[in-house]
Each structure stands twice: as structure tokens, then as C-alpha cells.
Nanobody, 115 residues
């Protein structure tokens, strides 16, 4: 059974930092493209960062230069380092794993940026 479990969310002041982690089980993470999405209240879920099995990354313009996605295939972990957080970054953040038709999601972790 495939599971993706996110952690690391919370409340942070504007300008602060958080690191989200996604622990994967039940799959060979190295073969998957891993991604982070987020969904703010009243908005659609949107892709913010993606990393391929070969380590190529791409980011949404809204987070480029502030967020960094990384992966550790041996530990079956994907991380999202978030710096310079803004109130508009407030959302539920989801981990995603895709390989061909296989598409898996975590349950999400809440990130709230507020003073």
C-alpha cells in the first residue's frame, strides 16, 4: 500500500522559514516524479515545485527563489524548504508522486503565515 505522509507545517511569521517533509512508503521513490502542491481556501490546488527522478526541478513563479525542493531516494523522503514566507503562502500543502498512470497524494499539511 502506497502512503505519502507530510509533516512540518505550522504557523510562522511573515519572512520566516519552514521545511516540509514527505515520507513515502510502498513505492520505489527513485522512479517517481515528486511534487508539492498547495491549495488555499477558495482556490484550486496548484503545483508549486516538482523534482524528477533525475533531479531536475521546476517551480511556480510565485515561489521561485524562495522555495527549494529536494529528494533523498534512499530515505524515501522529499522535502520543501520554504524561506521568505508570505501571508499568501498560507495553504494546505500536499505531496504528490507520479510514475506513468500511478498518481498518489498525501493527506496534506497546513501552513499558515501570519503575524
Amino acid at each position: 500500500q502506497v502512503q505519502l505522509v507530510e509533516s512540518g507545517g505550522g504557523l510562522v511569521w511573515p519572512g520566516g522559514s519552514l521545511t516540509l517533509s514527505c515520507a513515502a512508503s510502498g513505492l520505489i521513490i527513485g522512479t517517481y516524479t515528486m511534487a508539492w502542491y498547495r491549495q488555499a481556501p477558495g482556490k484550486q490546488r496548484a503545483l508549486i515545485a516538482r523534482i524528477t527522478g533525475g533531479g531536475n526541478t521546476n517551480y511556480a513563479d510565485s515561489v521561485k527563489g524562495r522555495f527549494t525542493i529536494s529528494r533523498d531516494n534512499a530515505k524515501k523522503m522529499v522535502s520543501l524548504q520554504m524561506n521568505g514566507l508570505k501571508p499568501e503562502d498560507t495553504a494546505v500543502y500536499y505531496c504528490n508522486a507520479v510514475f506513468g498512470w500511478r498518481d498518489y497524494w498525501g493527506q496534506g499539511t497546513q501552513v499558515t503565515v501570519s503575524s
